[in-house]
């Protein structure tokens, strides 16, 4: 049940002091200081908005292998968190942040204040974590609110800034390793040299870095060995391990599913349920950690040129390898876009009766007494080994720049910024459609000598290694190469300076120019960008965008306890998305001296990227809900309406128990170009909190802030389950979603409009989803808001060796977050887990720590609420619930002279992921949920 707003913040009012936090919600106070949110530097900075700072020690105590994954333990990280536990579904490897719930794309990530290349290549937009060299950060700061007027477009969320260290001097050398503590497994390790000089005129920092993170498997792990789905046995749904039919099942014209078996020498049914079943199990060859290993090299520096001039420059470099594993590509039913001179056009599946194996076909081996059938048959491909995407990633970026005093109140800034990427990405074993036709056909693989040498015609119905070495390398693609490619150029010139004395102190203003071109570029393979395998097809893609912008910033310390703010931006995009003006107010109010309320409102844009300009028709295969399964039995529960129950019957669709696992299908679902030119997404953002900070207990703070994000034309297509349900709940199929189904109906349909049921006759007609068209564009809205809670204390100790203590508390509460489409309308999705997505209303992390002269030992505890499965409910499931889960750290760190070392174990108790029916991944979702369990890590730091 979701909670009242205003008792949550009251119980949170009487609750913080007790369970005090670590995070830093407000930058450290130094002289002369420009915090993430604001061009404006001036002593003692307290921002309007709530920000979030992690230090090196902090990042460095935690024991995670890379920042993204710390950054994604922080209760504002919710959603899809992209990284190495991200395998089927990862882009090129990459690893990228989502803050609030909003995808990658609305986070903006900045190096050092200044914008860094992303990923332009997907609509997914965002900034791969990779690229951040992770030896040389000397923290990170976490916007908690809109920043368009700022830093322009993106920045919808909220903003993650990695400032790196520019005054370092000395030597210093870093290593770490960690690994599960069961077998060893998902071993990580790194090192990197930092060295850092300087001079009366300035400084030079030089870094190099090299960390890598080995594969751990599915089969790694027990609960991840299995595909599991719910059987219903006895009248209960019990999780039974399954997987996909395209084994080497033979669907027979008119006859159902069967399968060849070699120790009766015959076809026999094919068995779909139960602990022997024939389905294919893909989960163990999958990857549950995908490798990963990175090199960086980083250096900075700045010089004084003369009293009032100083240059500067950033240059950083990464090359990374990765890959994703999957299972073994299949003979699906896809339809080529070409004739085969043996058959015409068949889908990729098809072997006709000639072929010598077919037990249907001219030599019959079947009690049916069925022959002379062409049939199709869905094989794994087992003996290729599997598919493999391996990506070889380099990218670099280069500052340059100068920045000095025109006066005593006025400051300027130029710099330049350059950064490239290219992504080789090499995919091995897909099939190939043009030689599937051949292979399975005697007289055309007679006459094809490439076939002919390979070993001739194929034997599809054999178990798994009938397929010799050679006829599997005629039928693969081989190595497909696609190369993506990135750049992005930006010119600023922003000045700052003080203005008059008020009551407060002295207003201050900041104004800047920026110039920003980014383009991209796709190079599909040439098998690829034929549709000659099955992975499907990719067109090239070419374009960029360019964008001239101006802003504006004043700050006005009004009284001694009451500071305003304001800032405005200007863009101009040589794109659709035209011109776009934003703007923000924000205040800072101290009552008393021990609370400080703070507040906030701005707009906020997001310019369509190049991925979405350049959208085309595509299609995918998404994993639909079909409602009409065990209708009765959701009917009993409440589940589903009478309206839905009734369309099913009305469908002629079997809505009684039928002794089936339960699966989401899944249906081919496309969305066409854009009808109209994209426009810029557009936001308003509301941030009311305090802090409070009493007198009456040194060391203690904490705050409470309110939150509330807006954003309407987004960019997208509607959600197929969406729309199903929108449609099935109208009376008589009456909705608009229905128009986006194959002729209006979402379930499949013969051309008399009676029933078509893929699998087995004697079954009924089982509810098959159909395949659905949508529209891609300017088409939805999406609204969240809740609360962040923060709070911290110190206090000091004398008990032996111990000198002192922590206590630390960090939350989100997600009150709502809403989408809405217009064909499927309005939908909460809080508290909800749909593959990927995971939308918990609560996180929360607590610390507690101890510490002496020379060393530290803390507790932690992270906590994730329970989400609801967001299709299949649980009188048809045997789990529906991604449970709450709590995981437990112990980190210690020691300090010998110039040494010092850390240690630790991550989930100490050794806690299974939740799984929950909709789970894409590993029956969980590997990016929000520990998939490694039991983990030890340790490291170590010299200073020279």
């Keep these: 049940m979701r909670k009242n707003l205003l008792s949550v913040a009251v119980a949170a009012t009487i609750m913080v002091p007790a369970l005090p936090a670590f995070a830093q919600e407000d930058a450290q106070m130094v002289e002369e200081v420009v915090v993430t949110g604001s061009r404006i530097a001036r002593d003692g900075f307290d921002s309007s908005s709530p920000i979030a700072s992690y230090g090196t020690e902090e990042i460095s105590r935690s024991g995670v292998a890379s920042i993204d994954e710390f950054l994604k333990e922080d209760p504002v990280f919710t959603g899809f968190q992209m990284g190495t536990s991200t ?21 903006l990530v900045l190096v050092n204040g200044r914008r860094t290349i992303g990923d332009v290549n997907s609509s997914t937009g965002g900034v791969d974590i990779n690229t951040i060299p992770e030896a040389m950060i000397d923290r990170v700061e976490v916007l908690k609110d809109g920043a368009s007027t700022i830093y322009g477009s993106d920045a919808l969320a909220g903003v993650v800034n990695f400032i790196l260290k520019d005054d370092f001097e000395g030597f210093e050398l870093n290593a ?35 960390s890598v993170q080995e594969e751990m498997y599915q089969a790694e792990r027990d609960w991840a060995t299995e595909a599991l789905y719910p059987l219903l046995q006895d009248g209960e749904f019990v999780a039974v391990g399954s997987g996909s039919s395209t084994s080497r099942k033979i669907r027979v014209p008119g006859a159902g599913d069967y399968i060849y078996d070699p120790e009766l020498g015959k076809a026999r049914k094919m068995v779909t349920a139960g602990a022997n079943n024939d389905l294919y199990n893909y989960a163990p060859v999958n990857a549950l950690i995908t490798p990963n290993e990175r090199w960086q090299f980083g250096a900075l520096g700045n010089v004084e040129i003369t009293d009032n001039v100083e240059g500067y420059f950033e240059a950083l470099y990464t090359r990374r390898t990765s890959h994703q594993r999957l299972a073994a590509d299949a003979s699906f039913a896809v339809t080529p876009t070409f004739e085969t001179p043996n058959n015409g056009t068949q889908w990729n599946d098809y072997v006709p009766a000639s072929n010598p194996y077919n037990p249907f076909g001219v030599n019959p081996a079947n009690d049916l007494g069925l022959s002379d059938l062409g049939v199709r048959v869905n094989r794994r491909f087992v003996e290729s080994g599997g598919r493999l995407f391996t990506q070889t990633a380099d990218t670099y970026r280069m500052v340059a720049g100068f920045k000095g005093d025109i006066t005593d109140s006025v400051s300027w800034d130029f710099s330049y910024t350059f950064a490239e990427s290219q992504t080789a990405d090499e995919t091995t074993n897909y099939g190939r459609f043009d030689r599937w036709a051949t292979a399975v056909d005697p007289d055309a693989c007679a006459a094809d000598a490439a076939c002919t040498a390979a070993g001739g015609v194929i034997n599809p119905f054999g178990d798994y290694g009938s397929i010799t070495p050679s006829q599997m390398k005629y039928l693969t693609a081989g190595s497909l190469k696609d190369l993506y490619k990135g750049r992005l150029e930006m010119a600023a010139l922003n000045f700052s300076g003080d203005m008059f004395s008020m009551s407060g102190g002295t207003a201050g203003w900041a104004i800047g120019f920026e110039n920003r071109h980014e383009q991209g570029q796709y190079i599909p393979d040439e098998f690829v960008a034929g549709g000659l395998t099955t992975g499907g097809a990719g067109d090239p893609q070419e374009g ?79 994993i639909v809900e079909p409602l009409c399964e065990f209708a009765d039995r959701r009917l009993a529960a409440g589940d589903i309406s009478q309206v839905v129950y009734d369309n099913c019957q ?47 207990l040194d060391g203690l703070s904490f705050s409470v802030d309110y939150w509330d994000i807006s954003i309407d034309n987004v960019i997208g297509s509607e959600n197929i389950n969406d729309l199903m349900t929108a449609c099935m709940e109208s009376v008589g199929l009456s909705s608009v979603a229905c128009d986006a189904f194959a002729d209006g109906k979402p379930f499949w349909t013969g051309a008399d409009g009676a029933p078509v049921s893929p699998t087995d006759p004697s079954l009924g007609f089982m509810p098959y989803p159909s395949d659905a068209q949508g529209a891609f564009g300017n088409l939805g809205k999406l609204n969240t808001n809740g609360f962040d809670f923060a709070a911290r204390y110190r206090g000091e100790l004398s008990a032996g060796p111990m000198q002192g203590y922590t206590l630390g508390w960090t ?28 939308i918990p209303e609560w996180r929360w992390n607590t610390n507690v720590g101890i510490f002496g002269d020379n060393w530290t030992l803390d507790w932690d505890m992270r906590f994730i609420d329970e989400s609801i499965d967001a299709h299949r409910p649980a009188s048809i499931t045997d789990d529906a619930v991604a449970e709450d889960i709590i995981y437990h750290d112990l980190i210690g760190s020691y300090t010998w002279q110039n040494i010092n070392f850390s240690f630790g174990i991550n989930n100490l108790t050794d806690e299974d992921a939740p799984r929950f029916h909709s789970a894409f991944n590993a029956n969980t979702e590997p990016g929000m949920y520990d998939v490694i369990g039991r983990r030890f890590f340790t490291g170590v730091n010299i200073k020279f």
Excluded: C, H
Excluded at 577 to 605: H, I, N
């Design 650 to 696: 009305a469908l002629g669709l079997n809505t009684s128990d039928l002794g089936e696992v339960g699966f989401a299908w899944q249906s081919y679902y496309e969305t066409s170009a854009p009808a109209k030119p994209l426009k810029p997404e557009e936001s308003e953002s509301i941030n009311i909190g305090f802090v409070y900070t009493p007198a009456f």
């Design 87 to 107: 395998n089927n579904g990862a882009e090129q490897g990459q690893k990228k942040i989502d803050m609030r719930g909003l995808e990658f794309k609305r986070t």
């Design 176 to 210: 770490n390793m960690g690994q599960g503590a069961e077998d060893g497994q998902a071993k990580n390790g790194g090192f990197s040299m930092l060295a850092g000089l300087n001079a009366d005129r300035g400084n030079m920092m030089m870094s190099l870095g090299y």
């Design 544 to 622: 960029g965008f360019s964008v001239q912008e101006v802003y504006g910033e004043i700050f006005l310390p009004v009284l001694d306890n009451l500071n305003l703010n304001a800032s405005t931006r200007y863009s101009d995009y040589n794109t659709s998305a035209g011109t776009a003006t934003t703007y923000k107010v924000g205040m800072d109010y101290q009552p008393v001296e021990d609370l400080r309320v703070r507040a906030g409102f701005s707009t906020g844009f997001r310019a369509p990227n190049i991925s979405e300009l350049n959208q085309g028709a595509s299609g995918g295969f998404p």
């Design 811 to 838: 939350a989100t509460l997600v009150d709502s977050y809403e989408r809405e489409y217009p064909l499927a309308g309005a939908r909460e999705l809080v508290g909800t887990a749909d593959g990927f997505l995971v």
